[in-house]
Each structure stands twice: as structure tokens, then as C-alpha cells.
């Protein structure tokens, strides 16, 4: 069995070498995803898999080992991505607690989601935006200056700024609402 000739087939269109690069691949997949989520595990597996066949043209190895192993990278690096998205999501939805930065918002105070969405709304656009793409959506810093053709250390002084800004709005906030109830 020639891997190559397989996988040259499989992009071509050919169901029968899919078939047969899936049943070699499958049970990597399905354990690594298991073992690295087993609570989201079956859904990763799939995502993988169609990340998998995406990609399978970049594979320049010529052995099934080879194959499992970068299959199984793929999937290591997919579903901490996907976790470190879910966690920041997570962190974000709960109270914008354990933001990656120095300069969090302090884990003392809660806010509602409108109260941390105003504030958000009235950070410069520019910040916000950092902002958005860092804590939101999960972006490092080397991406966000990739995708708004910035130095990713001018990214990481906008957060900071991003945050520091935050932190002020949402305690200028609570102090008026300290005030209003006394």
C-alpha cells in the first residue's frame, strides 16, 4: 500500500481512498479528542476529521505511523484551541474574571453582563476592538497584528490600556450605584 498514491486519490475525489485513509485515521482521532476532552470529545472528533481532510495535502509523510502522528497533532492542537476559546468564553460570561493579563479586572467585583457591555461600549474603537478580539474571541496578540496590521506589542499595550480603561468605567459605575443606594 503506497500512502501517497492513497492521498493523491483522496484529493482527487476518490471515495474508496477516503474510505481507507478515514479507517486508518479514525481511532487516533477519536482518542486523542477523548483523551484531551471527554466531555466534548465526539464532537471534536468530527471537527477534526473534516480539519484533517481539509489539510491532508500538506501531510508529506509516507507512512501510516506518520500519518496518525500528524493526524494527532492536529487534533491536540485543535482541541486545546477550542478549550482555551470555551475557557475565555466561559471566564468572559461568568464575570470577566481570570482575563490573561496583568492588569485584570479585579475578581472582587461583580457585574452584570449589560453593566460590563456598557462599559465596553464606551472604550475608544480601537480598544474595543482589541479588547473584543483578545478576551472575546480568543486571538493571541500575534494574530490580532496580523489581522489589524499592528506590532503585537502595540497590541498588548492596547489591551492593557483596554483594560485599565475597563476597570475604571465599571468602578466609577459601582460607586454610583454605592452612592444612589445610600
Known amino acids: 500500500m503506497n500512502l501517497q498514491l492513497i492521498i493523491a486519490d483522496s484529493l482527487a475525489g476518490d471515495e474508496k481512498a477516503k474510505k481507507i485513509i478515514y479507517d486508518k485515521i479514525y481511532s487516533t482521532i477519536y482518542a486523542t479528542c477523548m483523551k484531551y476532552s471527554p466531555t466534548e470529545g465526539e464532537d471534536y472528533t468530527q471537527d477534526c476529521l473534516i480539519r484533517v481532510f481539509d489539510i491532508l495535502h500538506l501531510f508529506t509523510g509516507d507512512s501510516v505511523k506518520h500519518l496518525c502522528g500528524w493526524v494527532k497533532r492536529i487534533c491536540i492542537n485543535y482541541v486545546l484551541v477550542e478549550k482555551k476559546r470555551k475557557k475565555i468564553k466561559i471566564s468572559w ?89 445610600l
Open 93 to 181: 460570561e461568568a464575570n470577566i474574571t481570570n482575563v490573561p493579563y496583568e492588569e485584570s479586572v479585579s475578581n472582587e467585583l461583580k457585574y452584570t453582563d449589560e453593566e460590563v457591555q456598557n462599559a465596553i461600549d464606551k472604550l475608544s474603537k480601537h480598544h474595543r476592538t482589541i479588547f473584543n478580539l483578545f478576551v472575546r474571541e480568543g486571538y493571541s496578540h500575534k494574530e490580532i497584528g496580523e489581522k489589524l496590521n499592528i506590532d503585537d506589542n502595540a497590541s498588548k499595550a492596547s489591551l492593557y490600556l483596554a483594560k485599565k480603561r475597563l476597570k475604571a468605567l465599571l468602578e466609577k459605575a459601582d460607586n454610583k450605584q454605592e452612592n444612589t443606594t
